[in-house]
């Protein structure tokens, strides 16, 4: 009689551990091409669907022509959250952890690290086609300084 018992109660905390455990699902808001352009200037992020425990995607930045800045970009399941990973020029990678998240609209990252620009990340969604990323630090003079983006939906397609 006691073994039933047991596996009952098994199967339930098993159950309720796993909905706890963070997904990369928890991020399919943002996968998609997001695209913002200004005053001769374009940015990019283009996000993979959500797979396994990452989610993985690039940035890119234009200005007059060429290429100013481009990123290899992941979010990553660590242990009870998330880590927004950024490896930006090919560099060696910048690990940011998740301090903020409201499920299916915005995210926020600080860098684990506590060194260079940014320090802090958020991503926040407007259904149904707006992303907006804030990069918030210090400059090298040490004074506050805040990028954002604010990115609509646009097509994956390849001209």
């Known amino acids: 009689m006691r073994i039933p018992v047991l596996i009952a109660a098994l199967a339930i905390s098993t159950n309720a ?3 706890d455990t963070p997904r990369a699902t928890d991020f399919k808001w943002m996968s998609g091409c997001w695209g913002y352009e200004s005053g ?11 797979s396994g425990n990452t989610i993985l995607g690039i940035a890119h930045r ?3 022509g060429y290429t100013r ?3 290899y970009l992941r979010i990553v399941t660590s242990g009870t959250g998330f880590d ?3 490896q ?15 499920k299916g609209s915005s995210v926020t990252f600080e860098s684990l690290s506590g060194l260079g620009f940014p320090t802090r990340i958020t ?4 259904a149904p086609d707006s992303l907006k ?5 210090r400059s090298e003079a040490n004074q506050p300084m805040m990028n954002i983006f604010p990115m609509k939906r646009k097509s994956c397609s390849v001209n």
């Open 40 to 50: 001769g200037s374009s940015y990019e992020e283009h996000w993979l669907a959500p």
């Open 69 to 71: 800045d481009f990123d």
């Open 123 to 126: 991503y926040e969604y407007t």
């Open 133 to 137: 990323v804030r990069f918030e630090g």
């Open 17 to 19: 551990f796993a909905a």
């Open 84 to 86: 927004f990973v950024s």
């Open 62 to 64: 234009d200005a007059d």
């Open 88 to 102: 930006p020029k090919g560099d060696p990678e910048l690990r940011y952890g998740m301090t903020t998240q409201k």
